[in-house]
């Protein structure tokens, strides 16, 4: 598929989306977020693609918003930022986080505004040594939007999340994985061959089992015990009766690698 402003790459069962704004850090326009959609879905709807790969061109990630796409001219009415997250950031993060598929993050460089929370939408996400994730909104008068306020607390606790969204101040990747924000921290020259080989693995992987995976522990966010106990109930119920499962144990009992087919 061809784009504008991002890239669409196969290998075998892994779609490598990059964001490719790079003289603008990878930062969003309308059109970028409709293009990132359509790779998405198209990539959702490919049953040969069993892993997602996103990353970023050049020297950074994201840098969120491109703020010259929403500027006005003095005195013209402003751009009503809420129907932008309600347009593009919140369904963006819902694409990301709520898709069957397993959606990897390779964070290339700086993760700013907006971009910062695209990647901490991913389900895994691995960061180059020289990364950093700065919640700039501060420094705008906003709030950490796309997803920033629910997934900041749940992944480094309100003292760290209220930190990070009051002072702007950028976290470092290695710190970033040492307080839990993202998977892993890979020194740059190695973050590429890293990522997609993680990529790959999840995309040789029993893909309903993954897929079961990750709404389970997204789930649990928001239920209480008894509740998520009984998630689980029904996932195994299902799951157990897969062709996965049956290829896993067999795979066990022979000693040999397990051949999923994603059924």
Not at 10 to 28: A, Y
Request: glycine share 8%; with cysteine.
């Amino acid at each position: 598929m061809e784009f504008e402003t991002i890239r669409f790459e196969r290998d075998g069962g892994v779609c490598r989306l990059v964001l490719n704004r790079p003289d603008r850090l990878n930062s969003f326009t309308a059109h970028m977020h409709e293009e990132l959609a359509t790779a998405l879905d198209a990539a959702d709807g490919d049953a040969s693609v069993r892993a997602i790969l996103l990353t970023g061109a050049g020297r950074g990630f994201c840098a969120g918003q491109d703020l010259a796409d929403r500027a006005v001219a003095p005195g013209e009415k402003p751009v009503d930022l809420g129907d932008t997250v309600e347009k593009y950031w919140a369904p963006l993060v819902k694409r990301l986080a709520l898709r069957d598929k397993p959606v990897i993050c390779a964070v290339n460089g700086v993760a700013a505004g907006a971009g910062a929370n695209v990647a901490l939408a991913c389900d895994i996400v691995l960061a180059a040594r020289s990364a950093k994730f700065i919640q700039s909104f501060a420094n705008i008068g906003l709030i950490p939007d796309t997803g920033g306020t629910w997934a900041l607390p749940r992944l480094v606790g309100q003292a760290r999340a209220l930190g990070l969204a009051l002072t702007a101040e950028p976290l470092a990747a290695e710190k970033a994985e040492a307080w839990g924000l993202i998977w892993k921290c890979v020194d740059d020259d190695a973050l590429e061959a890293e990522s997609m080989a993680l990529a790959r693995k999840l995309a040789d992987g029993p893909t309903r089992g993954l897929a079961a995976t990750k709404h389970a522990i997204r789930a649990a966010l928001l239920q209480p015990l008894e509740d998520e106990l009984r998630i689980e109930r029904d996932l195994m119920r299902e799951l157990g009766n897969s062709a996965d499962y049956r290829e896993g144990v067999a795979a066990f009992l022979e000693k040999r690698q397990p051949r999923f087919t994603g059924k």
